[in-house]
């Protein structure tokens, strides 16, 4: 099974910050790889796919990067609404397993 | 516009079977391309992958779960389904219906989601 792991767990910003998430897999799952964000009591909602696909809507300050087992999300600049908790997760193979997640809070 | 609604009820016994539904409105999920997927998360936990199936009826299911999982559909109403039988406390948790995205590497993403529905196991 292909096991996904995030860094930092949690991490704190200021607004205006440039942040980055890393997210690593047990083995090589070339691009497939999404990215979700949940707010509390909320749904996730998708915001990269494929590694490095922008879904629409989403605004372009997120961007997704890597291949093979290491993944990036980056926020160019964090907006108050983008404080919220941020998944990984693979599609290599059929148990679309989660990372444990990461949650970006105000510093 | 695309919406869906999980429903069923909050609050099973252990040893029972979970049945949950989603009600899909604004694309029919006979629509060529797209899974149809249940995912949960336990309280103060992360996402798990339940299982999907597709617009064609074929489904996958979990390995962990497979043994007592059922997912189904009734395309005359646009709903799909979740059956989970024998549940224990490790059931409990948000359960979410979603479509998958389409194409090559879009289906294993999900961007469209039901706002969630809350399960609790309890005698």
């Known amino acids: 099974d292909i096991q996904m792991t995030q860094s930092p767990s949690s991490l704190s910003a200021s607004v205006g910050d440039r942040v980055t998430i890393t997210c690593r897999a047990s083995?090589?799952?070339?691009?497939?790889v999404s990215w979700y964000q949940q707010k509390p009591g909320k749904a996730p909602n998708l915001l990269i796919y494929a590694a490095s696909n922008l879904e629409g809507g989403v605004p372009s300050r997120f961007r997704g990067s890597g291949s093979g087992t290491d993944f990036t999300l980056t926020i160019s600049s964090l907006q108050p609404e983008d404080f919220a908790t941020y998944y990984c997760?693979?599609?290599?193979?059929?148990?679309?397993?989660f990372g444990p997640g990461t949650t970006v809070d105000l510093k | 516009q695309m919406q869906m609604l999980e429903s069923g009820p909050g609050l099973v016994k252990p040893s029972e079977t979970l049945s949950l539904t989603c009600t899909v409105s604004g694309v029919s999920i006979d629509t060529g391309g797209y899974y149809w997927a249940w995912i949960r998360q336990p309280p103060g936990k992360g996402l798990e992958w339940i299982g999907r199936i597709f617009y064609r009826g074929t489904t996958d299911y979990h390995p962990s779960l497979m043994s007592r999982l059922t997912i189904s559909r009734e395309t005359s109403k646009n709903q799909f389904s979740l059956k989970l039988r024998s549940v224990t406390d490790a059931d409990t948790a948000v359960y979410y219906c979603a479509r998958s995205n389409e194409g090559y590497y879009g289906s294993g993403s999900y961007g469209l989601w039901g706002r969630g529905t809350v399960v609790t196991v309890s005698s």
């Open positions: 083995q090589d799952i070339s691009i497939y």
């Open positions: 997760q693979e599609s290599r193979d059929t148990l679309f397993t």
